[in-house]
């Protein structure tokens, strides 16, 4: 079945580590997307890339890093320069030209103890 | 810019009554219309979109959501919810013929009380 991984679906760490997020899709995408989700703020975007080895930032990038090597893969790190890290990552795919219509994963919790 | 309000941050309702879960939108341009349900702790699944054509969408799970052009609106309605139905609830607005990049609401938490 097609559609997008998440991992780990949860993870703890110390603050000051950076820790990396996981995202995989097999639905032939170009577009992907990282967003986080905090209670009562909705979605916010980090990071997109529409094509691989390109990514533009979204609203909130900073102390955020992503690639795009493959067209599969767009990992996402939250670095020890964020400064509240804690909150529920998820990652999205979409068809370039298409509508807008978001696919989206099961979603990373972090919290930074 | 686009932009999208949802109105209610908490919509509490009994077991096989009736609910609407109202989104506003702003936008200069033609736009493509999304609902998406969001269960605990899981990620984002599509309810229903508004692409062109009918202004009445149905979608899963029998929601259904009406398309207002003069009224920019684009609220979504089921006629009887399940307690299966409690979830956060978002809308989004997407430019048509644009970067397709969507903007979100900020949810809407239906809760169904037996």
């Known amino acids: 079945d097609g559609g997008i991984t998440q991992s780990p679906k949860y993870l703890f760490r110390k603050e000051g580590q950076n820790v990396t997020l996981s995202c995989e899709q097999n639905l032939n995408h170009d577009a992907m997307y990282w967003y986080r989700q905090d209670p009562g703020q909705g979605l916010r975007l980090i990071y997109y890339?529409?094509?691989?080895?390109?990514?533009q930032k979204g609203d909130i990038a900073e102390g955020y890093s992503v690639s795009r090597e493959k067209k599969e893969s767009f990992p996402l790190t939250v670095t020890s320069a964020q400064k509240n890290p804690t909150a529920f990552y998820l990652c999205?795919?979409?068809?370039?030209?298409?509508?807008?219509?978001?696919?989206f994963g099961e979603g990373s919790r972090l919290t930074v103890l | 810019a686009q932009s999208v309000t949802q109105l209610d941050s908490q919509v509490p309702v009994f077991e096989e009554a009736p609910v609407e879960l109202r989104c506003n939108y702003s936008?200069?341009?033609?736009?493509?219309l999304f609902w998406y349900v969001q269960y605990p702790n899981q990620g984002l699944q599509l309810l229903l979109k508004y692409l062109s054509g009918s202004t009445l969408v149905k979608g899963i799970n029998g929601f259904e959501a009406e398309f207002n052009k003069s009224q920019t609106s684009f609220h979504l309605r089921k006629p009887s919810v399940h307690i299966s139905d409690t979830a956060e609830y978002f809308c989004a607005v997407s430019k048509s013929g644009g970067s397709y990049i969507p903007t979100f609401g900020r949810g809407t938490s239906l809760i169904v009380h037996p």
């Open positions: 936008s200069s341009v033609s736009v493509y």
């Open positions: 890339s529409q094509i691989v080895n390109d990514f």
């Open positions: 999205a795919s979409a068809r370039t030209g298409g509508t807008g219509e978001l696919f």
